[in-house]
C-alpha cells in the first residue's frame, strides 16, 4: 500500500470542501474509491471525479483504466476538472 496526497483543483477542491488529502491506495481507482466514501456528504464530489482528467507525479492518466494506475509511496494525484466550457 502506498502513500502520497490527492491534490484537488478547481470545481474539485470547491466539492471536496478541501485543497489537498492523504491517499493510502495501490491503484488509483483504489484511491478515488477511498476519496468517494470521505466525502459521500458532499453532493458533487462523485460526479465532479467523474468529469475530471487526472495527474499521477505529473503524468497524464489519459484513458487508462484507473485500476492499471499504480501510485507510488510519497506520490501525488492531480484531480483537474474541466476548467472551461461547461460545468464541472
Given at each position: ?12 477542491k ?7 488529502e ?6 488509483l ?13 458532499r ?31 510519497g ?14
Open positions: 500500500m502506498a502513500s502520497g496526497t490527492i491534490r484537488y483543483w478547481a470545481a474539485a470547491s466539492a471536496a470542501g478541501i485543497a489537498e492523504r491517499y493510502e491506495a495501490m491503484t481507482a483504489d484511491a478515488l474509491d477511498g476519496a468517494r466514501a470521505r466525502h459521500t456528504a453532493a458533487d464530489f462523485a460526479r465532479v471525479l467523474s468529469r475530471s482528467s487526472y495527474l499521477v507525479d505529473g503524468d497524464p492518466v489519459g484513458k487508462r483504466a484507473h485500476e492499471t494506475v499504480r501510485l507510488s509511496e506520490g501525488t494525484v492531480e484531480v483537474l476538472p474541466p476548467f472551461a466550457g461547461g460545468s464541472a
